[in-house]
């Protein structure tokens, strides 16, 4: 796993992910499980239970590509960098209105877009001889 900048950024990713969103958990008692406004993460974050089950969901499938396999990384790196990258410009969009069910802040869409530029930079750079759609196989 340590010569694979996929698998460690994933399965570092993937831990620090899931970790947040149990955390989460602890400041959104009261809130709405879709409410556009939540409790303060680390007194910056906006999170919502929704919010707090995507960061389990997002880290979960991070940590396990990342112990899995490089092309799994890979792959999963990319397309979760991607979303990101759509959430964290579109987030600022969302606020202050009804759609913003993952009660998103300003905050929250700069961690995005930083989570995007590591996940998609590291997805896109690193690890080019392996192929993301073709697990197990180099090209």
Do not use: C, Q, W
């Not at 010569?3 to 620090?16: C, D, E, H, K, M």
């Not at 974050?45 to 389990?56: D, G, K």
């Amino acid at each position: 796993m340590r010569s694979s900048p996929n698998r460690l950024v994933a399965t570092i990713f993937g831990a620090v992910y899931i970790l947040v969103g149990l955390l989460g958990f602890a400041v959104t008692s009261g809130v709405g499980f879709i409410a556009t406004e939540g409790g303060l993460l680390l007194g910056v974050f906006e999170v919502n239970p929704l919010h707090n089950i995507a960061h389990l969901l997002i880290g979960a499938a991070l940590l396990i590509a990342g112990l899995k396999s490089v092309p799994a990384a890979k792959a999963v790196n990319v397309t979760v960098g991607a979303v990101y990258l759509l959430l964290g410009i579109v987030g600022f969009f969302l606020v202050d209105t009804a759609l913003n069910i993952l009660a998103l802040n300003t905050a929250d869409h700069f961690l995005h877009l930083a989570s995007a530029l590591v996940l998609l930079g590291v997805g896109l750079a690193a690890d080019r001889n392996v192929r993301a759609d073709a697990p197990g196989r180099t090209v």
